[in-house]
């Protein structure tokens, strides 16, 4: 299982300035965990300790809740030292040992980050629950069980060669969806343009030697909505099945980068058997991009798998230019674009990492399709 970067000298390096610095961002968002998240319990404490002495006493137990939950950041925090120990080789240049090992401090003192980006290492630790543990197998039946079967129906999987055919996963994220489509023995690569989930998921594939082998708490920073004074404690362990220990039949790859500058190029026209789309056509500032680029790498005959809501990222984001067609103009783009609809369900009940010991809880209707490429 290759978890690789781009390694091509024809291609413009990874990591010029720009990615150097976010590189360095992301690698000190993952070490200002404990601090950020200890700060944010700390000003909770603290209010208590300006309340009359009464209530103080009614808060007791609300108290001894938010100083367990310290001990669940810090056991988190030790699995980020984990995941930051592998990313010396989780990319072939050679630039980034020498980020690794640059100073990511200024006069001494650790960088700190706006909140959305210490956010970003939670979303990450929540994605792990979702695609790597038995608390996200619901999840997965509703988002990804849907994608294999069509799989399945339209490659004849029981007769075919080991990786007759090439599967891609723009968005791959935590790589399971990219795992469980090896597993039916077809070469599937992932496309992930975060180096949030690029570290995790290097770790998850490469460095996960058994089945259970971490405890995760995945909601001790959820202050809100939790039913019983306990939920916000409560463990699970990962990964569910371990890549390393249960190797897929197929041959796996993950690949880092950009979609639309890594596939755009003519080198990847009518390459793949298929790619699998997984809340992903709304990640785009312009849809037809997307639509646009997956035409062209597919082979004559090749099949797009969709499924997911239209969220649209890029909605409402401060310097940035976004479009956002309903799914009747998507449809109709796709059909101009030269794909034939063979299968359509605009009603799939889908949620994405959800606490389902929460008192809220968000559920998509998505759309999934299957078409192919005239």
């Known amino acids: 299982m290759n978890h690789n970067s781009l390694d091509n000298e024809e291609d413009e390096k990874y ?42 006493q009614l808060l007791e137990k609300y108290k001894k809740t938010l100083n367990s939950t310290k001990q669940c950041i810090d056991q988190n925090n030790l699995l980020i030292d984990k995941f930051l120990a592998g990313t010396n080789e989780l990319f072939v240049n050679a630039a980034v040992n020498e980020i690794h090992g640059e100073d990511i401090s200024k006069n001494g003192e650790q960088l700190t980050f706006f909140d959305s980006e210490s956010d970003r290492v939670i979303v990450t630790l929540k994605q792990i629950v979702r695609d790597w543990t038995d608390l996200g197998a619901s999840e997965r039946e509703e988002s990804y069980k849907p994608i294999l079967d069509a799989l399945s ?30 597993t039916l023995g077809l070469y599937c690569e992932g496309n992930e343009f975060s180096l949030f989930m690029l570290i995790v998921s290097n770790f998850l594939l490469n460095r996960c030697l058994f089945d259970s082998q971490y405890e995760l708490f995945p909601f001790c920073h959820n202050f809100m909505n939790n039913l ?31 979609f639309l500058q890594v596939y755009g190029q003519p080198a990847q026209y ?93 559920e998509y209707r998505s759309v999934f399709f299957v078409v192919r490429k005239k």
């Open 15 to 56: 990591f010029d300035e720009i990615e150097r610095a976010n590189f360095i961002k992301v690698i000190n968002s993952f070490k200002n965990y404990r601090k950020h998240n200890y700060h944010r319990i700390e000003q909770r404490l603290i209010y208590i300790s300006q309340l009359p002495l009464r209530q103080q």
């Open 153 to 182: 129906e339209n490659f004849d999987i029981t007769t075919m060669e080991k990786n007759q055919y090439r599967v891609l996963v723009p968005g791959a994220g935590l790589a399971r969806l990219v795992y469980e489509i090896s």
């Open 228 to 258: 019983n004074r306990n939920d916000p404690l409560l463990s699970c362990r990962f990964p569910d099945v371990s890549p390393f220990q249960n190797p897929p039949k197929g041959e796996m790859n993950m690949i880092a980068g950009d």
């Open 270 to 362: 009518d390459q793949w058997d298929a790619v699998t789309t997984c809340f992903f056509l709304d990640c785009a500032n312009n849809v037809v991009d997307f639509i646009e680029i997956i035409h062209k790498i597919l082979k004559k005959g090749g099949i797009w798998i969709n499924l997911g809501p239209l969220l649209y990222h890029y909605c409402d984001m401060n310097n940035e230019l976004s479009l956002e067609p309903s799914y009747e103009d998507i449809r109709e783009i796709i059909e101009k674009t030269g794909f034939e609809y063979l299968k359509e369900n605009k009603n799939c009940r889908t949620r994405y990492s959800q606490n389902e010991l929460s008192m809220a809880k968000l």
